[in-house]
Nanobody, 121 residues
Framework: VQLVESGGGLVQPGGSLTLSCAAT??????????MGWYRQSPGNQRELVAD???????NYADAVKGRFTISRDNAKNTVYLQMNNLKPEDTAVYYC??????????????WGQGTQVTVSS
């Protein structure tokens, strides 16, 4: 099982980016419970940005409420993070997480490799 992230990059303050994360496997993925995005900046611990349950119940960190939107496509085992009105303090490596992913190899949590988001003028 792999989580493949895309969409990071450099953007000016006030700009927008959309991150994508697709769960793939050699065999079938039967289900994924909660999918989410975390971020980590230098000198800081990894923190939750947003997550979304299999029933589309969402949860956001206070710092991103009203600016970021998380969504998922269960048919594609993909989670998205639409980030608007980006601020320099949003600069970090963003990691995708798939919780309780059930596949032919069993049930486990998985992490993506991380994608850099830099907000700077």
């Amino acid at each position: 099982v792999q989580l493949v992230e895309s969409g990071g990059g450099l953007v000016q303050p006030g700009g927008s980016l959309t991150l994508s994360c697709a769960a793939t496997a050699n065999g079938k993925i039967f289900s994924v419970n909660t999918m989410g995005w975390y971020r980590q900046s230098p000198g800081n611990q990894r923190e939750l940005v947003a997550d979304i349950s299999s029933r589309d119940i969402t949860n956001y960190a206070d710092a991103v409420k009203g600016r970021f939107t998380i969504s998922r496509d269960n048919a594609k085992n993909t989670v998205y993070l639409q980030m608007n009105n980006l601020k320099p303090e949003d600069t970090a490596v963003y990691y995708c997480n798939a919780g309780r992913l059930r596949s032919i190899v069993g049930t486990a949590d998985y992490w993506g490799q991380g994608t850099q988001v830099t907000v700077s003028s």
